[in-house]
């Protein structure tokens, strides 16, 4: 079975009029990236590509991301259930490794994508997650997959690490310095959501 790294990008946000906090349902995707470890490769999904993803995410029995369980998950979930060839994909059944939720329990806090790939990879992320909406309302897509996949690229050798080591570094909150903060092991997190 496959591991699937995986991250959505949606053309609206909880606050915006109409939607409201946890209304996962109207949350519209404008693309998604993933990363399929057995086939070495990354693939990128627009909104009516979405049914073409199916066979990837059936094929695995784990999910990877960041912050997935809150955000990512439910979306894509939520999008899957309304198109009837995708109904019988449920990705709260698979082993899900959201490495934001393992960072949380582990320093009881969140940190941003941008900052843990720059303590642990050695660059922040190029643009920020708020520009994803005004990318896909420019007409933007090619730079919005750009972003997505670059995403996903992070998370994945985060991910890598995380496999590897169990640890990532963590910058202090008030100075900055790093920390080498040992998380749970990779082997013994599955299904705790």
């Not at 309304?82 to 329990?105: H, N, Y």
């Not at 900052?115 to 708020?130: D, H, Y």
Request: charged letters at 30%.
């Amino acid at each position: 079975m496959d591991t699937i790294v995986f991250d959505i990008e949606t053309k609206n946000f909880f606050t915006d009029p109409g939607v409201g906090w946890d209304n996962f349902e109207a949350l519209k995707i404008s693309v998604f990236a993933l990363y399929s470890y057995t086939q070495d490769k990354y693939f990128c999904f627009d909104e009516n590509q979405i049914a073409d993803s199916m066979e990837l995410f059936n094929n695995a029995s784990k999910i990877v991301g960041f912050s997935m369980n809150r955000y990512d998950v439910p979306v894509l979930q939520a999008h899957f259930l309304a198109l009837p060839e995708t109904r019988g994909v449920d990705l709260w059944q698979k082993e899900r490794v959201d490495l934001l939720d393992e960072i949380e329990m582990a320093i009881g806090r969140r940190i941003s994508l941008s900052k843990l790939a720059e303590a642990n990879l050695g660059a922040p992320k190029a643009r920020k997650g708020s520009e994803a909406i005004e990318l896909y309302k420019n007409g933007e897509i090619e730079e919005l997959k750009k972003y997505c996949l670059e995403d996903v690229r992070i998370t994945k050798e985060l991910f890598d690490l995380y496999q590897k080591d169990g640890a990532f570094m963590i910058p202090n909150k008030q100075t900055g310095e790093l920390k080498k903060v040992k998380l749970r092991s990779p082997q013994n997190q599955a299904k705790l959501f």
